[in-house]
């Protein structure tokens, strides 16, 4: 029944949910990525010790486990559409927020948020996939992921030797999910599955 809801759906259709959940993943990475090379700007923008990294990754890893754990509940009640939808909006909210954070406490509760729309997109996206999507494709998903976490670091790097703040890092990242929020968006049709499909 899977394969041929496939291919009614047809190659365009597959070929664009295949496109949009790749980016939407590269767009996952970079965070983990920018986060190493920022860190020393940030600590001394606010004054901060080396070591209170940890609770900058406390905040998002909070966020983070919330809605992974709740990503069945969010998927059935939200249905696929919607939970992602909401999860690069939660995205692009957590960077927009560490970007224009204007004290520390700013930073850690726009990280949770970041880390909430992290997990939503991660659980949620990983779920249509295992039902949705062939083997290999998974392992391209996941390939995405790495392709964000190693563009990241190449995106802040010249940031940083420019001496520019930290801050448009976090800027060029919120438009990046701001436009995963815009393609799940154009999409939005293309995301059901069959009744009584999402995971239990």
Do not use: K
């Amino acid at each position: 029944m899977l394969e041929c809801d496939m291919r009614t759906a047809g190659v365009l259709t597959v070929s664009a949910l295949h496109i949009v959940a790749y980016l939407s993943f590269i767009v996952l990475g970079l965070p983990d990525g920018m986060l190493g090379v920022a860190w020393p700007s940030m600590s001394a923008d606010f004054a901060r010790p080396l070591g209170a990294l940890g609770i900058l990754l406390f905040g998002f890893t909070v966020g983070y486990l919330a809605t992974t754990a709740a990503a069945g509940i969010l998927i059935r009640r939200l249905g696929y559409y919607r939970h992602l939808l909401l999860a690069a909006v939660l995205m692009t909210a957590g960077g927009a927020g560490i970007a224009l954070a204007p004290a520390w406490i700013a930073v850690v509760s726009a990280a949770g948020v970041l880390g909430a729309g992290a997990g939503m997109l991660d659980g949620g996206l990983n779920a249509y996939a295992a039902q949705r999507f062939r083997a290999r494709d998974l392992n391209w998903l996941h390939a995405a992921y790495g392709v964000g976490a190693t563009t990241g670091p190449l995106l802040m790097t010249p940031i940083i030797a420019a001496d520019a703040s930290w801050r448009l890092g976090y800027v060029i990242f919120g438009l990046c999910a701001a436009a995963a929020v815009v393609a799940f968006r154009l999409s939005r049709d293309r995301w059901r599955v069959p009744a009584g499909a999402a995971p239990r």
